[in-house]
């Protein structure tokens, strides 16, 4: 199987690609990348199934803040517009 050296994404001709088709795809559940060429062209990718968004965890993460939000807007520090985010954000850097 030849494959050209790249330190992020294996490069695999076609017919390799092909031959040695159980190969890669251990290699890909393992998390490597593979890039599939015809003619030298990069033409597909092989990369691992991404399981996509926790759903749950991302609504229990926003009502936390939410939460946070509010105690900070009855203690009087709050509301802040997006421009004090980004300020703050921003101060001490050097641009």
């Known amino acids: 199987m030849q494959e050209y050296l790249n330190p992020h994404k294996a490069v695999v001709g076609a017919?390799?690609?092909?031959?040695?088709?159980?190969?890669l795809l251990d290699r890909v559940e393992r998390g490597e990348e593979i890039v599939i060429t015809r003619h030298g062209r990069p033409i597909a990718r092989l990369v691992p199934n991404d399981p996509g968004h926790d759903v749950a965890a991302a609504r229990t993460a926003a009502a936390a803040l939410a939460e946070v939000r509010d105690q900070l807007v009855a203690d009087g520090i709050g509301?802040?517009?997006?421009?004090?985010?980004l300020?703050?954000?921003d101060e001490g850097r050097r641009f």
């Open 15 to 23: 017919h390799d690609a092909k031959t040695h088709l159980a190969r």
């Open 79 to 85: 509301p802040f517009t997006f421009d004090d985010l």
């Open 87 to 89: 300020s703050a954000r």
